[in-house]
């Protein structure tokens, strides 16, 4: 459940959306959503290691989602400020230093608890649990870096077309191409040159 709150689809991935895609408005709804979803996620887990009585601390990544979260407020109004994509990316940015510090602290908490436990019972049992809880924090650290890695390279991309776009438009140059369905592509400055409204256009060779 916190895997899915905050993992591909969820708030990290939601979040970025709301930054660089400012013309869909859902993605500042679903990142809320999901930011509630891995807060009980996070409680349900702490709850869980208390009653094992396995001491763990994971405020730190509850505090960086915490900082996301309030980097949703700021963006919003930096959007409504009507700053450009790469304004609003920079005064959003969250260091996740500590969250990883956090996960690793975790990781070893578990690991001594696990040579602690002397019981072929309690051995097992704790075993089974924190591997569990391991494995889905583990999970969940990994599909963020991989998550934050794809939406820094979409922020890249974005500026790429950005620049691209006014070249075109300074240069009067165009851009198209046929795909391999046979649908034709045409740049907004191709449109624009051919004096052709976007809605009006065909969108193939015929």
Not at 183 to 196: A, H, K, N, P, V
Request: aromatic share 10%; hydrophobic share 40%.
């Amino acid at each position: 459940q916190l895997e899915r709150a905050i993992g591909y689809d969820g708030f990290i991935h939601n979040f970025k959306n709301f930054v660089l895609r400012p013309g869909e408005g859902t993605y500042f709804d679903a990142a809320l959503d999901d930011y509630r979803l891995a807060e009980k996620s996070i409680i349900e887990i702490d709850a869980l290691t208390e009653r094992l009585d396995i001491e763990t601390d994971l405020d730190p990544l509850e505090d960086t989602l915490r900082s996301y979260r309030t980097m949703l407020d700021i963006g919003s109004a930096a959007r409504a400020e009507g700053l450009s994509i790469e304004e609003i990316d920079s005064r959003v940015r969250v260091s996740d230093e500590s969250a990883s510090f956090s996960l690793f602290q975790f990781q070893e908490d578990i690991n001594a608890i696990l040579i602690s436990r002397q019981t072929l019972f309690g051995l097992s049992l704790t075993i089974t649990v924190a591997t569990l809880i391991l494995a889905t924090v583990a999970l969940i650290f990994v599909q963020y870096l991989k998550r934050l890695e794809a939406e820094k390279f979409s922020t890249r991309l974005a500026k790429k077309t950005i620049f691209i776009q006014h070249a075109e438009r300074i240069a009067k140059l165009g851009r198209w191409s046929i795909e391999p369905d046979g649908r034709l592509i045409w740049s907004q400055s191709t449109l624009d040159i051919c004096g052709i409204d976007e809605a009006d256009f065909p969108g193939t060779t015929d």
